[in-house]
T-cell receptor, first 114, second 112 residues
Framework: QKEVEQDPGPLSVPEGAIVSLNCTYS??????FMWYRQYSRKGPELLMY????GNKEDGRFTAQVDKSSKYISLFIRDSQPSDSATYLC??????????????FGAGTRLAVHP | NAGVTQTPKFQVLKTGQSMTLQCAQD?????MYWYRQDPGMGLRLIYY???????DKGEVPNGYNVSRLNKREFSLRLESAAPSQTSVYFC???????????FGPGTRLLVL
């Protein structure tokens, strides 16, 4: 079983829709939870990160973490064609090597059509 | 503020040739990383450097070497390129408090 599971999609929605992207994980040591957005032929770009269970909002984006269920979500309100990208969840845990190990989900490809 | 920069953007090699991918960051981060990204495989860690002067293997280190030249720069070397190393390579650096990583634009490598 992978440490982080993410539905690869693709997900196709009309402009203005609410999008829900999800990841589950198995490692209780994960402390920080992140969402990255990756446009085609570009590097991953950090969207949001959270530490505790609950919601964190940034504009049209809301990140939700439920540590008891080992489940995280990213909601996109009023989706726009410019949101079309691959979204990667990532989780970090400290290691004895002195750095935070980051584990990525496989990414969900999102297409928002006008 | 350039963030993380990588050179070259694109490279074609023949099997057996060598090359070095360069990465630099201007965010004063201690930790730096090299990943490869392949379709269906996601991002896989090749090597990392938790701090200046240290390097360690990640998930897929075979066929690669790294050098942490100073706090800003972290290079990845392919000594004898193989077609299996055709991939997109990303460098990243991190704020050690959260582990949040910031990525460069990537290098597309094709090995024939």
């Amino acid at each position: 079983q992978k440490e982080v599971e993410q539905d690869p999609g693709p997900l196709s929605v009309p402009e203005g829709a609410i999008v829900s992207l999800n990841c589950t994980y198995s490692n209780s040591a994960f402390q920080y939870f992140m969402w990255y957005r990756q446009y085609s032929r570009k590097g991953p770009e950090l969207l949001m990160y959270t530490y505790s269970s609950g919601n964190k909002e940034d504009g049209r984006f809301t990140a939700q973490v439920d540590k008891s269920s080992k489940y995280i979500s990213l909601f996109i309100r009023d989706s726009q064609p410019s949101d079309s990208a691959t979204y990667l969840c990532a989780m970090s845990a400290p290691t004895s090597g002195g750095y935070n190990k980051l584990i990525f989900g496989a990414g969900t490809r999102l297409a928002v059509h006008p | 503020n350039a963030g993380v920069t990588q050179t070259p953007k694109f490279q074609v090699l023949k099997t057996g040739q060598s090359m070095t991918l360069q990465c630099a960051q201007d965010m004063n981060h201690n930790s730096m990383y090299w990943y490869r990204q392949d379709p269906g495989m996601g991002l896989r860690l090749i090597y990392y450097s938790a701090s200046e002067g240290t390097t360690d293997k990640g998930e897929v280190p075979n066929g690669y070497n790294v050098s942490r030249l100073n706090k800003r720069e972290f290079s990845l070397r392919l000594e004898s390129a193989a077609p299996s190393q055709t991939s997109v390579y990303f460098c990243a650096s991190s704020d050690s408090a959260s582990g949040t990583q910031y990525f460069g634009p990537g290098t597309r490598l094709l090995v024939l």
